[in-house]
C-alpha cells in the first residue's frame, strides 16, 4: 500500500460546478498537508496548505484536513476552465533527526473544467 | 521574477551520456529539495539540502547521481552514465528555515535515447 491514496480521475465538470478532490493516507507520522496544482509540462504550483486538522479557505478554494480518518479535501467552488489541471495532494512529517520536511505526494487527479 | 528557476528546461541526451542540470532557489530559502517525476505519477523525493549539507539521499538515487550546494546557493544534480529509466521531469523545491511549504521550479524534462 502506498502511504498517499489519490484517485487519478480523470474528472470531467462542467464550468460552474463544485469540485472535490481527495487523498487518503496511512502515515500518522503527517503533520502539514499541502495541495498542489500541476498544469502539464509544468512544475507543481503551491495552492493550499495546512498544518493539523480542520479547515482553511483562499477564496474559491478550501482544503479540510481530518487526521482521524487519515482522510484530506480540496473543495473548488464556481469552477472555471482555467483551473483544468492535475491536483497533487502532497504531506511531510517532521523527520526523528530534526527538520527535513520531505514531500510524499499522491499521483494526483486531472480535472477539468467544460465551458 | 524571485521564484525558483531551473536550467535547462529540457534536456535529450544519448543513453550512457552525463548531464548536469542547475536549481537556483528563492534567494532566502536555504533549504532545497530535488524530486523526480515520471509521467502519471506524483513527484519523489530524491535528496535535501539545509544550505551547503546533504542531509538526506532516497534510494532512488542510485550511485550514478549527485547532487551538490557548494556554496548554500544554487544546486546542481548530476546524471552519470543515463539509462533510458532516467528519463523524467527532475523538480527542485525550496523553502524558508522555519517554514515548512515547498515552492517548485519549473523542472527539467530528461529524455534519453
Known amino acids: 500500500q502506498k502511504e498517499v491514496e489519490q484517485d487519478p480521475g480523470p474528472l470531467s465538470v462542467p464550468e460552474g460546478a463544485i469540485v472535490s478532490l481527495n487523498c487518503t493516507y496511512s502515515?500518522?507520522?503527517?503533520?502539514?498537508f499541502m495541495w498542489y496544482r500541476q498544469y502539464s509540462r509544468k512544475g507543481p504550483e503551491l495552492l493550499m496548505y495546512t498544518y493539523s486538522s480542520g479547515n482553511k479557505e483562499d477564496g474559491r478554494f478550501t482544503a479540510q484536513v481530518d487526521k482521524s480518518s487519515k482522510y484530506i479535501s480540496l473543495f473548488i467552488r464556481d469552477s472555471q476552465p482555467s483551473d483544468s489541471a492535475t491536483y497533487l495532494c502532497a504531506m511531510s512529517a517532521l523527520n526523528s533527526g530534526g527538520s527535513n520536511y520531505k514531500l510524499t505526494f499522491g499521483k494526483g487527479t486531472l480535472l477539468t473544467v467544460n465551458p | 521574477d524571485t521564484g525558483v528557476s531551473q536550467d535547462p528546461r529540457h534536456k535529450i541526451t544519448k543513453r550512457g551520456q552525463n548531464v548536469t542540470f542547475r536549481c537556483d532557489p528563492i534567494s532566502e530559502h536555504n533549504r532545497l529539495y530535488w524530486y523526480r517525476q515520471t509521467l502519471g505519477q506524483g513527484p519523489e523525493f530524491l535528496t535535501y539540502?539545509?544550505?551547503?549539507?546533504?542531509?538526506?539521499k532516497s534510494r532512488l538515487l542510485s550511485d550514478r547521481f549527485s547532487a551538490e550546494r557548494p556554496k548554500g546557493s544554487f544546486s546542481t544534480l548530476e546524471i552519470q552514465r543515463t539509462e533510458q529509466g532516467d528519463s523524467a521531469m527532475y523538480l527542485c523545491?525550496?523553502?524558508?528555515?522555519?517554514?515548512?511549504?515547498?515552492?517548485f521550479g519549473p523542472g527539467t524534462r530528461l529524455t534519453v535515447t
Open positions: 523545491a525550496s523553502r524558508i528555515a522555519g517554514g515548512y511549504e515547498q515552492y
Open positions: 539540502f539545509q544550505n551547503e549539507a546533504q542531509l538526506e
Open positions: 502515515n500518522s507520522a503527517f503533520q502539514y
